[in-house]
């Protein structure tokens, strides 16, 4: 019988530097209070518009948690929570209907939550590590798709150099968009360029949706 492992955990090493990530499902109770704070950061509100009160945030963070067209989890940084991740079906979301989509687009929202590590620095290791956990974990998927508000000026140049291609501005109910898509070739060889190694601890096999 195959044990049921439900986080992933691995080392980024460059060079002399090795920093641990570590993703699992957010849970409703353990993580309730820390995504209600960050919602209400304000270098997170503007773009996320989930400031809300404590009781409607309950019941939104029920709904995503429950949500067949998106799994959504929390990262650490070194043993930190650091941030949120969304992967959601691009088959099930009107973003589809934007851009050329293809079998294997996997859809990524993604947030920093405190703001001491909202720099290029430590937003390049932190998203770089997003995406090495979605590629992992989703073993159908070929291309991540992301679609952040056009005046984010820390994760666009960040997702374009590690490997994203910014393909359109698009207009989404809520924002203007960069639509960028990273292709899983061109992130490993990214890697590759850089002498970036990870080595894995573990790999979550659990999986709730079907995404890809």
């Not at 989930?50 to 019941?59: A, C, V």
């Not at 989509?101 to 996997?106: E, V």
Request: hydrophobic share 40%; with cysteine; net charge neutral.
């Amino acid at each position: 019988m195959i044990k049921t492992v439900n986080e992933s955990e691995f080392f980024i090493i460059k060079g002399d530097k090795a920093d641990n990530f570590l993703f699992r499902p957010v849970d409703f109770e353990r993580d309730l209070s820390t995504l209600h704070e960050w919602m209400h950061q304000p270098h997170i509100a503007p773009f996320w518009k989930l400031n809300l009160p404590m009781s409607e945030f309950k019941q939104w963070l029920k709904q995503s948690i429950e949500a067949d067209h998106k799994d959504i989890y929390i990262g650490t940084f070194n043993g930190k929570p650091v941030c949120y991740l969304v992967a959601y079906s691009i088959e099930k979301d009107p973003i589809k209907e934007f851009y050329e989509y293809r079998n294997g687009d996997l859809g990524m929202h993604l947030l920093i939550g405190p703001k001491e590590y909202l720099n290029r620095e430590d937003g390049l290791s932190m998203i770089r590590s997003m995406i090495i956990f979605l590629f992992d974990h989703y073993k159908e998927a070929r291309r991540i798709i992301g679609e952040p508000d056009i005046r984010n000026r820390i994760v666009i140049p960040i997702l374009k150099k590690l490997g994203g291609e910014v393909i359109s501005k698009i207009d989404l109910q809520n924002k203007k968009a960069s639509l960028i898509v990273g292709e899983r070739g061109s992130v490993i060889e990214k890697m590759k360029d850089e002498n970036i190694q990870v080595e894995w601890l573990k790999s979550m096999n659990w999986q709730r949706n079907e995404l890809v």
